[in-house]
């Protein structure tokens, strides 16, 4: 099977902090599968490091107002364009992420709290039929 993965499990250092999250467990199913790396922010143009950003009313932004919700649609729609590409049904996604969060994502006013809802790409691969995981599940 190919699976899509949020870069930052995989031990790449392209989270907002260029820090990376790596999960053994997702890494390890490289065993019997294909993982194809994605970070929608990256994809959208956005540079690592970078300020961290929430969604609010719909709209991604920085804690001072800055809005990158438009860089946010573009990586989502490359990380579309790349499950389909590679005929993924199955994508693994870094939970709470403006971009790869899943079920629940902060809410916008920097205070760590978290709400129901997804990132700008997690949404736009569900809303195509690909299957969304995150390393909560494994």
């Given amino acids: 099977m190919t699976i899509l993965v949020s870069a930052c499990l995989l031990s790449i250092g392209c989270r907002y902090d260029g820090k990376v999250k790596e999960c053994p467990q997702i890494l390890a199913l490289a065993k019997d599968n294909i993982l194809i790396p994605v970070c929608p922010e990256q994809l959208g143009g956005r540079p690592t490091p970078r ?16 809005d990158h919700t438009e860089e946010f649609k573009k990586g989502a729609e490359y990380v579309l364009k790349t499950a389909l590409l590679n005929n993924c049904h199955l994508a693994i996604l870094k939970s709470k992420s403006p971009s790869c969060g899943f079920g629940k994502i902060y809410d916008g006013t920097f205070s760590k709290t978290l709400v129901d809802g997804n990132g700008i790409a997690a949404q736009l691969l569900i809303d195509n039929g690909i299957e969304i995981k995150t390393e909560n599940d494994f």
């Fill in 51 to 66: 300020n961290p950003v929430e969604i609010l009313n719909g709209k991604v932004v920085e804690k001072n107002g800055a």
